[in-house]
């Protein structure tokens, strides 16, 4: 299939209801984690996009069948042991299934799998995946870019996984799916605590593993002899529900999102409040009124429960209409700023320092040709189209694919003008 683009016309608030998806980050290592199963697993809330299409593919070539039922679901089973080897052209092309390796080498002593390379978010160093599984016991070989890991035996024992940017969300991920295979006792002090990484756990937990501490720095795993196969449903999309929330709030629209735990969202919640959004939060919902103009803030993305790297652009969106000027500092991913100069070229006035960004609230964006980055600097755009005056074609929305289901179909249900087109512009070598 050829590439696709968004032809966006601005300017209409979003109205309406809008249900959040299961989440793409937890269902990623889920789906990962059925190949320590030794029985047939059936998860809800698997979300259609093009990142679990992609584990899919990657996880049918290590033996595992994956078949989508109705309405999210997804039945996962182990046929064949055969194949450990998760190719370059498939790791490559999604990071997230990197997190096959923990639990190649706790139920098979054995994977090759490739490193994941740097992506347009920055480097995406994968140390501590590796510093945690060799801590267990793993032999762990860099060889022509992949990462050769075999491990007779897994031995529980203390982990540090803390690194210069804090806690990892799929290095923690992975060492757990090690863990609960390996004799004895692990504890990972410093684990990530993303609702992600307890997700995770209570999978593994349904499948039959003994996780303590799951949400704190310090999980403790038990390892046991085997894990079945279970029956589970993934926790909501928080990165999707504060997007559809911004998104109502940037076009002064008025929208109800459902099936969204607000209490994932604390520090997005903290933020909207600072910024004198008017919204109502409930138990699995929140509504949100764009009556008002949000007040500038100042804002650091940090590992949960701060403020989430993968809202930092959408956020930064909503705000190029806001007023005041808005501080933004992205500590997990420095790099992770491509969309300012996209924003920019729509109108937005954006003053950058290195990792830091000042946003000038502007009275009104402009449709313009625009190309995304990666998964949240598109949605960024997407909801700056959506506010412009005008038209605005948005290239690379592949990347839009990968992270948010039906998008624009959600979008045109909330009263948006936004339709997918052929891309007819040839795409260009870089210009440098
Ligand atoms: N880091 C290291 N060494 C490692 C691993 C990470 O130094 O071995 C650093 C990273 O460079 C980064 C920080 O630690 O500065 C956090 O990275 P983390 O490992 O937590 O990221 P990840 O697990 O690879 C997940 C999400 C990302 C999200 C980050 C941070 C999935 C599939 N991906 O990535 O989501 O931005 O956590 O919250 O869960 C997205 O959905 O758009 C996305 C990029």
Same mark, same amino acid.
């Given at each position: 299939m050829g590439l696709e683009k968004f032809v966006i016309e601005g300017g209409r608030p979003l109205k309406g209801e809008v249900t959040v998806s299961g989440s793409k980050n937890a269902a990623l290592p889920i789906l990962a984690a059925t190949i320590l199963a030794e029985g047939p697993c059936d998860i809800g809330g698997v979300p259609v996009l093009r990142d679990v299409d992609v584990l899919a593919r990657i996880l049918g070539e290590l033996g595992v069948k994956i078949e989508r039922g109705a309405t999210g679901r997804v039945a996962a089973q182990v046929v064949s042991e055969d194949k450990s080897f998760a190719p370059y052209e498939l790791v490559s092309m999604m990071r997230a299934s990197f997190c096959v390796l923990g639990p190649l080498l706790a139920k098979r002593g054995y994977a090759k799998v490739s490193l994941p390379g740097g992506c347009a978010i920055g480097d995406r160093p994968v140390d501590l995946h590796l510093k945690g599984l060799r801590a267990l016991g793993a032999d762990i070989k860099i060889e022509h870019g992949y990462v050769i890991a075999k491990a007779d035996k897994l031995r529980g024992t203390n982990i540090y996984l803390g690194g210069p940017s804090g806690s990892s969300v799929l290095g923690t991920g992975n060492v757990m799916m090690a863990a609960v295979l390996a004799e004895g006792t692990t504890i990972i002090e410093h684990a990530a605590c993303e609702p992600e990484v307890v997700d995770l756990a209570n999978f593994l937990i349904a499948m039959g593993a003994s996780i303590d501490g799951a949400g704190s720095h310090r999980i403790?795993?038990?390892?046991?002899?085997?894990? $079945?196969?279970?029956?589970? @449903?993934?926790? +909501?999309d928080r990165i999707e529900a504060a997007t559809f929330l911004m998104?109502?709030?940037?076009?002064?629209? $008025?929208?109800?999102?459902? @099936?969204?735990? +607000?209490t994932h969202l604390e520090a997005v919640i903290d933020k909207f409040r600072e910024a004198g959004l008017g919204f109502n939060r409930n138990c699995k919902t929140v509504a949100m009124s764009g009556k008002v103009r949000p007040k500038e803030v100042e804002l650091t993305t940090l590992p949960y429960p701060g403020f989430p790297t993968d809202l930092q652009a959408p956020m930064m969106a909503l705000m190029a209409l806001g007023q005041g000027a808005t501080v933004f500092t992205d500590l997990i991913y420095p790099e992770r700023l491509h969309h300012v100069a996209e924003l920019k070229r729509m109108g937005a006035r954006v003053i950058r320092v290195n990792n830091t960004c000042v946003v000038i609230g502007v009275d009104k964006l402009q449709g313009a040709p625009v190309m995304a980055s990666d998964l949240r600097a598109g949605a960024a755009l997407v909801i700056a189209a959506l506010c412009a005056e005008g038209e605005t074609h948005l290239r690379r929305i592949y990347h839009i694919d990968r992270g948010y289901e039906n998008f624009e179909g959600r979008?045109?249900?909330?009263?948006?003008?936004?339709?997918?087109?052929?891309?007819?512009?040839?795409e260009k070598p870089p210009v440098v």
């Amino acid at each position: 299939m050829g590439l696709e683009k968004f032809v966006i016309e601005g300017g209409r608030p979003l109205k309406g209801e809008v249900t959040v998806s299961g989440s793409k980050n937890a269902a990623l290592p889920i789906l990962a984690a059925t190949i320590l199963a030794e029985g047939p697993c059936d998860i809800g809330g698997v979300p259609v996009l093009r990142d679990v299409d992609v584990l899919a593919r990657i996880l049918g070539e290590l033996g595992v069948k994956i078949e989508r039922g109705a309405t999210g679901r997804v039945a996962a089973q182990v046929v064949s042991e055969d194949k450990s080897f998760a190719p370059y052209e498939l790791v490559s092309m999604m990071r997230a299934s990197f997190c096959v390796l923990g639990p190649l080498l706790a139920k098979r002593g054995y994977a090759k799998v490739s490193l994941p390379g740097g992506c347009a978010i920055g480097d995406r160093p994968v140390d501590l995946h590796l510093k945690g599984l060799r801590a267990l016991g793993a032999d762990i070989k860099i060889e022509h870019g992949y990462v050769i890991a075999k491990a007779d035996k897994l031995r529980g024992t203390n982990i540090y996984l803390g690194g210069p940017s804090g806690s990892s969300v799929l290095g923690t991920g992975n060492v757990m799916m090690a863990a609960v295979l390996a004799e004895g006792t692990t504890i990972i002090e410093h684990a990530a605590c993303e609702p992600e990484v307890v997700d995770l756990a209570n999978f593994l937990i349904a499948m039959g593993a003994s996780i303590d501490g799951a949400g704190s720095h310090r999980i403790k795993i038990r390892g046991v002899r085997r894990l $079945e196969g279970c029956e589970y @449903n993934v926790i +909501p999309d928080r990165i999707e529900a504060a997007t559809f929330l911004m998104a109502a709030a940037a076009t002064g629209g $008025e929208v109800i999102v459902r @099936n969204i735990e +607000p209490t994932h969202l604390e520090a997005v919640i903290d933020k909207f409040r600072e910024a004198g959004l008017g919204f109502n939060r409930n138990c699995k919902t929140v509504a949100m009124s764009g009556k008002v103009r949000p007040k500038e803030v100042e804002l650091t993305t940090l590992p949960y429960p701060g403020f989430p790297t993968d809202l930092q652009a959408p956020m930064m969106a909503l705000m190029a209409l806001g007023q005041g000027a808005t501080v933004f500092t992205d500590l997990i991913y420095p790099e992770r700023l491509h969309h300012v100069a996209e924003l920019k070229r729509m109108g937005a006035r954006v003053i950058r320092v290195n990792n830091t960004c000042v946003v000038i609230g502007v009275d009104k964006l402009q449709g313009a040709p625009v190309m995304a980055s990666d998964l949240r600097a598109g949605a960024a755009l997407v909801i700056a189209a959506l506010c412009a005056e005008g038209e605005t074609h948005l290239r690379r929305i592949y990347h839009i694919d990968r992270g948010y289901e039906n998008f624009e179909g959600r979008l045109l249900s909330l009263g948006a003008k936004i339709r997918r087109e052929p891309d007819e512009a040839p795409e260009k070598p870089p210009v440098v």
